[in-house]
């Protein structure tokens, strides 16, 4: 389950939306995943990262970031936890009253997080908003586009058979609906984002646009 939650840094202005970013073993993407973070051109964020143990030259780079930019919050776990601990780490940490999420391989498109701000602005009951994705290989060549706009009802409905929504990387998310429902759940280790949005429906509505808002890596990892 989700830490217990603390206040502090009640002193400084809280950003809009908490991107939330895990990383393990990412060396070879985790740069260019960051800067698709910077290069928005929505710029009201925290961007927090859970390193989650990597030995490779992850935590390097992450440390690079962190002394540039100081919107980058660095959360360090001494050894792997697995990603359900290293997100609910991370969402314990987040400011925000929206949370983006982001994997350290994936890219985040341009107008992604002002679309999913404004959808959540608007329409209170959303609790969950996600977007069309393009897939790209190591190399981010083209693969492939994912897109799944069906009317909220329809993609509540069809949690009950698969994961309509997708993984974690195109989502924005209301984040004490997302702590209300227990976070992530650790005995989900591979589908720790399924078991998440099937607790989460029950908080409210989902909407998914037929915006490509970010770029899915497959790769040998």
Request: charged share 30%; with cysteine.
């Amino acid at each position: 389950g989700i830490p217990a939650w603390t206040l502090a840094g009640l002193d400084e202005p809280m950003p809009r939306v908490t991107i939330l970013m895990c990383a393990y073993q990412n060396e070879r993407f985790v740069d260019e995943a960051i800067a698709s973070v910077v290069h928005q051109d929505f710029d009201d964020w925290e961007l927090v990262i859970v390193d989650d143990g990597s030995t490779d030259l992850t935590p390097a780079i992450l440390r690079r970031w962190a002394a540039r930019e100081p919107r980058i919050v660095l959360l360090m776990n001494p050894v792997n936890r697995g990603t359900p601990q290293a997100s609910n780490r991370g969402l314990a940490a987040a400011r925000a009253e929206y949370v983006a999420r982001l994997d350290a391989d994936d890219l985040c498109l341009p107008g992604r997080l002002r679309e999913q701000v404004e959808i959540l602005d608007r329409d209170p009951e959303v609790v969950l908003t996600s977007c069309a994705y393009e897939v790209i290989d190591a190399r981010g060549r083209h693969v492939g586009k994912v897109m799944r706009a069906a009317p909220s009802a329809v993609t509540q409905y069809l949690l009950h058979f698969s994961n309509y929504i997708g993984g974690n990387s195109q989502v924005m998310f209301r984040r004490d609906a997302v702590r209300a429902a227990g976070g992530y759940d650790d005995d989900f280790d591979l589908s720790q984002d399924y078991d998440l949005w099937t607790r989460l429906r029950r908080a409210g509505r989902f909407e998914v646009t037929k915006t490509v808002g970010m770029r899915y890596r497959l790769h040998e990892r």
